[in-house]
């Protein structure tokens, strides 16, 4: 059993939890996951880790609550258990021997693109962070954000805070003026990264993007969330979740994560993504 | 005077009709007087050839004569003096091709049904004694058991009987490896493998669960917090594909995938919060014991029509020939001499059909296996909307990627040598990991060696 020991609520639906985890605790890093499962009856559920305390021995993490398990999990409060909690599964991010580096962060993604900006930050990089928001009633991690960031872009879609738009136009102006990037990471939705993935392609800047198929295990034996890369199939838990964005079919990854919406569709309110049909309108 | 019938006692079974729609268990075991009838059948050699099948070395005619005398905790004292598991092994075990192949009694007719008088000992105890193990007292030497499926269950249970403090790590929620995310219920209940958990812990094995070695803690740093030894156990990995168009599409997934969600997050069961596709028609892709598990869950999650797309002929299926047998009464369509092409997809990439093409064998290949060929012109449309993939595995990478040292074969299997020792020193290894997918019976034979060899090494 793994303890709640802090838990607040950054926007109506998004939640920050730090979970009593040390052995997790003591070896996470950025771009990693974990998986939890609230009860015996409950799902296997990842979610990229926002944070960790080593001393403290606790996991953060920032979670929407769009589907059963995120919705049942966001009705805990602090003091309360959780059945399982395992990790730290997948690959960290890369964040060694970059000079400048642009995160670009989407929603909630931001939650979990922070670790790794503040991991490049540390690793001796300039960082540029975009990060973008619906509105402005559901901004999360300004303050965070700014004290990691040399550069920090707040966009949102509809002009409520910050600048009016999408993360990708200040990043293709960025691009346009001569910006060299190393690297760009993205961490969002899938039309965000695929779209950002889009914008840097024609500059050569690499891209990596932060993947979230279907999971179950997470160790690398049910094959659930194999994606295609480059025209291979890999397997996110153990090969990412950190992939080239320019390599990456997300066509095929928005299919298969649809595969049980039916099921979900009860709980889950039905959010289509204004990026998709924006981006599309601004890459030629 | 020996029970002189050619064949075996028969073991009762539910229903066919019935049991294809419910994940209650298949067979139902022996009664006493059953099993005091079959173990009549035994003729007691001196020189038992049974035995010498057997990967964990069960005193097979000893226990037998036991169970003859309807003395069945005697039987089930000796098969536990050398077997941790025999609830599993009386269950899964191929004995056709491990102890009963070698039973006299088999030259004319069947022979001796040790398999099911092994269960229902194992089975008898737990349900009339079911004492607990005794703890040995501790020579408070730490041994590392990582994976807690077959392999590393009997190599901490050796290890806790010689008083080793054995740690079981576990990386899913549930202890027990393939014994509960692969093996569907109706073959082995979970609630027998728990048991088996209990009482491994009752000898003082402390089981971790949630802890993916290689991720949270490295073998490296496992011998930092003082084990003195660790065993490998970590069974098989990554599910193989086809790589035929249309692997993407949604309702295709391994049978990794398929059974996980079914047995160990027991999607059958409505209260359970994992889901699973509701399929009219599944095709299960391979020929191995695995994929007759998939296509009899499939059966028994309503799926109108099952069928196993094997390139090869029925009797080239790698398959126990009970659970081919088990399957075909349930209902479960064989293709054989068929293979997948290209998985076809509806507009809203759901999966509406699969492309085969048929086969015919040709010249025997380097298993000795005559090679299927395609017969051009003759592709065709299987009506499925579910393709489960069952074609083996490959190693995981977890741990051999992060033990420096550690020497795995061409397809990244661990290296062991004749004492099931790794290419590092008191590193040892067993199972899957070692094999590529094999058996339980192998897995367990591997980790009991390895606890005999983690012994003499920790007293050199």
């Known amino acids: ?284 | 005077m020996a029970n002189m019938t050619l064949t075996k006692t028969p073991m009762p079974e539910q229903d066919p009709k019935v049991r294809a729609r419910n994940f209650k268990e298949v067979s139902l075991g022996y009664t006493a007087e059953m099993a005091m009838e079959e173990a009549g059948r035994c003729l007691k050699c001196r020189n038992p050839k049974c035995v010498t099948g057997c990967p964990v070395n069960v005193r097979i005619p000893e226990f037998i004569a036991k169970v003859q005398e309807g003395d069945f905790k005697a039987a089930y004292e000796i098969i536990s003096s050398t077997n941790a598991l025999p609830a599993l092994s009386g269950r899964v075990c191929p004995q056709e091709s491990q102890c009963e192949c070698h039973c006299v009694r088999g030259i004319k007719g069947e022979p001796v049904a040790i398999g099911r008088l092994e269960r229902f000992v194992a089975d008898w105890y737990r349900e009339n004694v079911n004492a607990m193990p005794e703890k040995v007292p501790s020579n408070g030497i730490k041994v590392a058991v990582v994976g807690s499926g077959p392999a590393g269950m009997t190599c901490a249970s050796d290890l806790a009987k010689r008083g080793y403090a054995v740690t079981m790590f576990e990386a899913l929620h549930t202890a027990g490896g393939v014994l509960v995310y692969g093996i569907p219920e109706f073959r082995l209940p979970k609630a027998i493998v728990a048991n088996e958990i209990t009482k491994l812990e009752a000898q003082g094995v402390e089981v971790m669960t949630n802890m993916v070695i290689g991720r949270v803690l490295t073998i490296d740093e496992l011998f930092e917090m003082g084990y003195k030894a660790v065993f490998v156990g970590s069974g098989a990995g990554l599910p193989m594909f086809m790589n035929i168009p249309g692997e993407a599409l949604k309702g295709v997934m391994s049978a990794n995938e398929y059974l996980t969600r079914t047995n160990l997050m027991k999607a059958y069961n409505e209260e359970a919060d994992t889901p699973v596709i509701q399929s009219k028609a599944v095709a299960v892709v391979g020929g191995g014991n695995v994929a007759m598990d998939a296509a009899r869950c499939a059966m028994r999650l309503g799926a109108e029509h099952v069928y196993i797309v094997y390139r090869r002929g029925e009797a080239e299926m790698p398959a126990r020939l009970e659970e081919v047998h088990h399957a075909k009464e349930e209902g479960i369509e064989l293709k054989t001499l068929c293979n997948p092409v290209e998985i076809l997809g509806d507009e809203t990439g759901r999966v509406k059909g699969m492309k085969c093409v048929r086969m015919e064998l040709g010249e025997p290949d380097a298993s000795g296996r005559r090679r299927p060929v395609e017969i051009p012109g003759s592709e065709f449309i299987l009506d499925v909307d579910t393709v489960v993939m069952s074609l083996g595995t490959s190693p995981n990478p977890l741990i051999r990627s992060t033990t420096p040292g550690l020497d795995t074969n061409r397809k990244g299997c661990l290296i062991v040598d004749e004492n099931e020792m790794t290419t590092r020193e008191g590193v040892f290894a067993g199972g899957d990991a070692v094999t590529g997918a094999a058996t339980v019976i192998l897995a367990m034979g591997a980790g009991k060696k390895a606890a005999a060899a983690i012994d003499e090494f920790l007293n050199k």
């Open chain 1, 1 to 284: 059993m793994y303890k709640i020991v802090r838990k607040k609520e950054l926007n109506p639906s998004v939640t920050l939890m730090e979970i009593e985890a040390p052995f997790i605790a003591k070896k996470a890093k950025a771009g990693q996951f974990i998986i939890f499962r609230i009860d015996e009856q409950g799902e296997r559920v990842p979610l990229t880790i926002a944070g960790y305390d080593r001393e403290a021995g606790t996991i953060t993490i920032i979670f929407q609550k769009v589907g059963f398990s995120t919705i049942a999990l966001g009705a805990l409060n602090e003091g309360d258990y959780i059945r399982d909690f395992v990790g730290p599964l997948g690959k960290p991010t890369p964040v060694e021997g970059k000079k400048k580096v642009c995160v670009v962060g989407g929603g909630v993604g931001c939650a979990i693109a922070l670790p790794s900006a503040k991991g490049f930050k540390e690793a001796g990089a300039e960082v540029t962070v975009i990060a973008g928001f619906r509105s402005k009633d559901i901004v999360i991690l300004e303050e965070e954000f700014k004290a990691v960031a040399d550069h920090f872009i707040l966009m949102t879609d509809d002009g409520t805070y910050g600048r009016h738009g999408l993360v990708t136009e200040p990043l293709k102006e960025l691009l346009e003026n001569g910006e060299q990037f190393d690297e760009v990471l993205a961490i969002g939705p899938i039309p965000m990264m695929k779209f950002v993935s889009l914008t840097t392609k024609p500059y050569g800047v690499h891209t990596s993007v932060s993947l979230n198929p279907i999971m179950i295990d997470g160790t690398g034996m049910c094959g659930g969330c194999r994606v295609t890369v480059g025209g291979q199939t890999k397997f996110a838990c153990v090969d990412g979740p950190e992939f080239d964005g320019h390599q990456v079919d997300f066509a095929e990854l928005m299919s298969r994560n649809a595969t049980y919406r039916d099921r979900e569709a009860e709980v889950t309110e039905t959010h289509t993504c204004r990026m998709d049909a924006m981006g599309k309108a601004l890459i030629k």
